[in-house]
């Protein structure tokens, strides 16, 4: 039997040997530039919220929310946080955000809202004062009318026809007393406590004024 020389074997290993460290070379240099446009983008992102934050400090800083209750306060963040983001056409796709997704739409509020203890805590400070104590306030309009219905598709709207002919839509945005009567009291009358509100329109690129209802009553 014929032996393959030692020399042949030795340079063979050398071969295999180098072509190994090729192969982890480029697989380092893969990693190294994955890793690279990873932390250029989570940099850039970092930038963009914090630009926000800013933003939302210097808007929310201009407003007296001294007697407005939680919720009113919240809304009043939401609509500085987005006013910044309106001035910023990409911003949605470099942060992936989209108005219809709730869960990331909150969990961007928190990042902001946390960027803002650093920013601004004097501010964020006396937001959290003001609100101690601070009572929910009733609503102080209503609509009576009879009850037509419930229209909507993203967003659902009590349609309300009222005393004087005049069909009005209300928002109806979370839970509110009387929302098990819905059914039943459909062509009945009814009397809705409302409360006006500031909604953002993507489509429109402006706020809109809606009635949100927080009360319905079936009259007898």
């Known amino acids: 039997?014929?032996?393959?020389?030692?020399?042949?074997?030795?340079?063979?290993?050398?071969?295999?040997?180098?072509?190994?460290?090729?192969?982890?070379?480029?697989?380092f240099i893969v990693l190294l530039c994955v890793t690279t446009v990873g932390t250029s983008l989570q940099a850039q992102s970092d930038e963009l919220l914090d630009a926000i934050a800013q933003e939302t400090c210097d808007c929310f800083g201009k407003k007296d929310v001294s007697a407005l209750s939680t919720d009113q306060v919240n809304m009043?963040?939401?609509?500085?946080?987005?006013?910044?983001?309106?001035?910023?056409?990409?911003?949605?796709?470099?942060?992936?955000?989209?108005?219809?997704?709730?869960?990331?739409?909150?969990?961007?509020?928190?990042?902001i809202g946390t960027r803002m203890l650093g920013k601004c805590p004097n501010l964020m400070m006396k937001m959290a004062t003001a609100q101690q104590g601070t009572t929910e306030p009733a609503a102080g309009m209503q609509i009576s009318g009879t009850f037509k219905g419930v229209e909507g598709d993203d967003f659902a709207f009590l349609i309300i026809e009222g005393d004087d002919g005049t069909s009005y839509r209300l928002l109806w945005l979370g839970e509110f007393d009387g929302a098990d009567q819905l059914e039943m009291a459909k062509g009945k009358p009814v009397k809705v406590s409302y409360q006006e509100i500031s909604c953002y329109s993507p489509a429109m690129k402006k706020y809109l004024k809606r009635k949100e209802v927080k009360s319905l009553e079936v009259l007898k």
């Open 1 to 27: 039997m014929e032996l393959v020389p030692r020399s042949t074997t030795h340079l063979y290993f050398q071969i295999v040997l180098k072509l190994n460290l090729m192969k982890m070379l480029k697989t």
């Open 76 to 111: 009043e963040l939401g609509m500085c946080m987005m006013e910044s983001l309106g001035k910023r056409p990409n911003a949605m796709s470099e942060l992936k955000l989209d108005y219809t997704d709730q869960a990331a739409m909150q969990k961007f509020g928190e990042q």
